[in-house]
């Protein structure tokens, strides 16, 4: 006797279901095992750039944003021309910790500013962690900060300018020596390392800035109310940059300013361009 038509084909429905669910397992398991891949590649907080580069991005007034890419990611810039062309090169700027490219205390004040002096600008978006990382916690991620380096400087280049300066503030100056300590053949003219030192409670630095082996002319400024590790390290920095033997080294402190030089920041941009002026 034939069974019904209905009943041939009963056992389809558990097949479907078991592969609805091994699919449903294998893409979960592949979302996991990226999730986790990409979290080695980047130990820092994407999610938390994305959010800030939504918020900066079209509140750029002044110059415009742009996205550099590293070959692997992008990430937001903003270049500025000089007023008065040719300028007499681009400075990169190299923003301090957790913060933006556009942020409104020294880094605004210095890329727009020095664009009124004769230099073209790049602020760049640095890798950032979330609110409670520690000082410690940042120099873990110092790698994911060379490549940015890498394509800021590579998208000058392609722009064939050749007079390229580096400028960092705070925690950025650590991200700045670690990629110029790896990169002395790469074309950057002068260093410029604001309030360079800086720690957490606690965390005193690992190891001295090796200033020593980085041979172009550096300025090394901070403000007379900075932060003591920034003080207390000067004296070794100095030893340091003057054991490189760039005899346009400097190292300069802007009166009255703290570690964000607030209602500071024009003596800050002015001892900044005088300098400037000596190369």
Same mark, same amino acid.
């Given at each position: 006797?034939?069974?019904?038509?209905?009943?041939? *084909?009963?056992?389809?429905?558990? =097949?479907?279901?078991?592969?609805?669910?091994?699919?449903?397992?294998?893409?979960?398991?592949?979302? %996991? $095992?990226? #999730?986790?891949?990409?979290?080695?590649?980047? /130990?820092?907080?994407? #999610?938390?750039?994305?959010?800030?580069?939504?918020?900066?991005?079209?509140?750029?007034?002044?110059?415009? /944003?742009?996205?550099?890419?590293?070959?692997?990611?992008?990430?937001?810039?903003?270049?500025?021309? #000089?007023?008065?062309?040719?300028?007499?090169?681009?400075?990169?700027? @190299?923003?301090?910790?957790?913060?933006?490219? &556009?942020?409104?205390? $020294?880094?605004?004040?210095?890329?727009?500013?020095?664009?009124?002096? !004769?230099?073209?600008? $790049?602020?760049? =978006?640095?890798?950032?962690? !979330?609110?409670?990382?520690?000082?410690?916690?940042?120099?873990? %991620?110092?790698?994911?900060?060379?490549?940015? @380096? &890498?394509?800021?400087?590579?998208?000058?280049?392609?722009?064939?300018?050749?007079?390229?300066?580096?400028? /960092?503030?705070?925690?950025?100056?650590? +991200?700045?020596?670690?990629?110029?300590?790896? &990169?002395?053949?790469?074309?950057?003219?002068?260093?410029?390392? %604001?309030? +360079?030192?800086?720690?957490?409670?606690?965390?005193?630095?690992?190891?001295?800035?090796?200033?020593?082996?980085?041979? @172009?002319? %550096?300025?090394?400024?901070?403000?007379?109310? !900075? *932060?003591?590790?920034?003080?207390?390290?000067?004296?070794?920095?100095?030893? &340091?940059?003057?054991?490189?033997?760039?005899?346009?080294? =400097?190292?300069? +402190?802007?009166?009255? /300013?703290?570690? *964000? *030089?607030?209602?500071?920041?024009?003596?800050?941009?002015?001892?900044?361009?005088?300098?400037?002026?000596?190369?």
């Amino acid at each position: 006797m034939f069974k019904p038509a209905q009943h041939r *084909y009963a056992s389809s429905a558990p =097949q479907s279901t078991h592969l609805a669910v091994f699919w449903v397992l294998f893409w979960a398991t592949t979302c %996991i $095992l990226f #999730a986790s891949l990409h979290s080695l590649l980047y /130990a820092s907080d994407l #999610a938390k750039e994305q959010r800030m580069r939504q918020q900066v991005a079209d509140y750029v007034m002044a110059g415009d /944003a742009i996205l550099l890419n590293t070959g692997k990611q992008k990430f937001l810039s903003i270049y500025m021309p #000089a007023q008065e062309q040719p300028a007499w090169g681009t400075i990169i700027i @190299i923003h301090g910790r957790g913060l933006h490219p &556009n942020w409104p205390r $020294l880094v605004f004040p210095l890329r727009t500013g020095l664009t009124e002096n !004769d230099w073209n600008t $790049l602020s760049i =978006q640095m890798p950032v962690l !979330d609110n409670e990382s520690s000082f410690y916690d940042y120099l873990d %991620i110092l790698p994911e900060s060379h490549p940015r @380096i &890498n394509a800021a400087v590579d998208f000058l280049k392609r722009k064939n300018q050749k007079n390229i300066i580096l400028l /960092a503030h705070s925690c950025g100056v650590y +991200m700045a020596v670690d990629w110029l300590h790896a &990169n002395p053949d790469a074309g950057i003219r002068a260093f410029i390392g %604001i309030s +360079m030192g800086p720690t957490d409670y606690g965390q005193p630095m690992p190891k001295p800035f090796p200033l020593q082996d980085i041979k @172009i002319p %550096i300025l090394d400024i901070r403000g007379e109310n !900075d *932060y003591p590790s920034v003080h207390r390290n000067a004296p070794r920095r100095w030893r &340091n940059i003057q054991q490189a033997g760039n005899p346009k080294s =400097q190292q300069w +402190m802007v009166e009255k /300013a703290d570690h *964000y *030089y607030n209602e500071r920041d024009e003596a800050l941009l002015d001892d900044i361009t005088e300098w400037l002026d000596t190369l």
